[in-house]
């Protein structure tokens, strides 16, 4: 399947990708060979074959959710840089609008 620079310029519309002129001519050429290997797969025979949900047959194991103290506030503040009793402070990187 070739695309065409139509069809590469909806794709970045869809996409809301910014392409400049000098990667048009590998992006036509790297979507055509991609599209190109995808058409390839329709010639697999996947009769009988079940649909992957998942591509491994692992499964989470997952814990339930409890809520537990597993290190005190004053350990977790001992290496902070700057700190008060409860909260680590940082710099401020938020500006107010002064009007």
């Known amino acids: 399947m070739k695309v065409d620079k139509n069809g590469l310029a909806k794709v970045a519309h869809l996409a809301r990708l910014n392409i400049k002129p000098e990667q048009e ?5 790297d979507m055509t060979e991609i599209l190109t290997w995808v058409d ?3 010639e697999l025979n996947t009769d009988g074959i079940e649909p992957l949900t998942h ?3 692992e499964v989470n194991s997952l814990r339930e959710d409890i809520s537990e103290k ?6 977790g503040l001992k290496n902070a840089p700057d700190h008060d009793d409860q909260f680590f402070k940082v ?3 938020m500006k107010r609008n002064s009007k």
């Open 70 to 75: 597993t290190i005190t506030t004053s350990a």
């Open 91 to 93: 710099p401020n990187v």
């Open 55 to 57: 591509m491994t047959q």
């Open 25 to 29: 001519d590998k992006l036509l050429k």
């Open 40 to 42: 390839k797969l329709k």
